[in-house]
């Protein structure tokens, strides 16, 4: 079964970090482009950050400096370590999976897999 699955989601107070995680079955990350995304209420789905199949990556200027995407092939998982969280960033957030092509758009609307998603809360 072809899934994402992610995890490690909470409530921090501002400027605390949380560390992401979303585990894929039935396919093999490094051949994809993967992505993390958010979505507050109310809001769009907006691009967070996306990593290519050789470790290039892309952040949206509202994280940069303060997130950070990796995966791990041999795990099969992709991650996003967050830092100097502030109240802005709560949101629930996706991962997502996609032909490699798409990585230079970091547009929700480009990704066809979806994991359930993980809150994130951060209060001020």
């Known amino acids: 079964q072809v899934q994402l699955v992610e995890s490690g989601g909470g409530s921090v107070q501002a400027g605390g970090s949380l560390r992401l995680s979303c585990a894929a079955s039935?396919?093999?990350?490094?051949?994809?482009?993967l992505g993390w995304f958010r979505q507050a209420p109310g809001k769009v789905r907006e691009g967070v950050a996306t990593?290519?199949?050789?470790?290039?990556?892309r952040y949206a200027d509202s994280v940069k400096g303060r997130f950070t995407i990796s995966k791990d092939n041999a795990k099969n998982s992709l991650y996003l370590e967050m830092n100097s969280l502030k109240p802005e960033d709560t949101a629930m957030y996706y991962c997502?999976?996609?032909?490699?092509?798409?990585?230079?758009?970091?547009?929700?609307?480009?990704?066809?897999?979806w994991g359930q998603g993980t809150q994130v809360t951060v209060s001020s």
């Open positions: 997502a999976a996609d032909s490699p092509v798409v990585c230079w758009a970091l547009r929700a609307s480009e990704f066809g897999l």
């Open positions: 990593i290519d199949s050789t470790g290039n990556t």
């Open positions: 039935g396919f093999t990350i490094s051949r994809y482009c």
